[in-house]
């Protein structure tokens, strides 16, 4: 883990020191990860969505889905 320095308004401080009890850093380490879990999820989906309208992307998903319950195993 690394230790960095970071400067916060006064009033967002007070809020964090209200909630973090006593731990600063892991407070503010939950938050963060948090809201990189929510981006990611957003990012997600978003691509997720575009795949879905996509008819080009479609139509090679559907080809390949075709072939995937042929039988045939590539490690043999």
Request: charged share 30%; glycine share 4%; aromatic share 6%.
């Given at each position: 883990m690394l230790k960095v320095t970071i400067t916060l308004e006064e009033d967002i401080l007070e809020f964090v020191d209200q909630y973090a009890q006593g731990n600063r850093s892991a407070y503010i380490n939950t938050l963060l990860a948090e809201h990189r879990r929510q981006i990611l999820a957003a990012e997600m989906i978003a691509a997720l969505k575009q795949d879905a309208?996509?008819?080009?992307?479609?139509t090679e998903i559907a080809a390949w889905d075709s072939?995937?319950?042929?039988?045939i195993n590539a490690r043999e």
């Amino acid at each position: 883990m690394l230790k960095v320095t970071i400067t916060l308004e006064e009033d967002i401080l007070e809020f964090v020191d209200q909630y973090a009890q006593g731990n600063r850093s892991a407070y503010i380490n939950t938050l963060l990860a948090e809201h990189r879990r929510q981006i990611l999820a957003a990012e997600m989906i978003a691509a997720l969505k575009q795949d879905a309208e996509d008819a080009e992307y479609q139509t090679e998903i559907a080809a390949w889905d075709s072939v995937a319950g042929d039988g045939i195993n590539a490690r043999e």
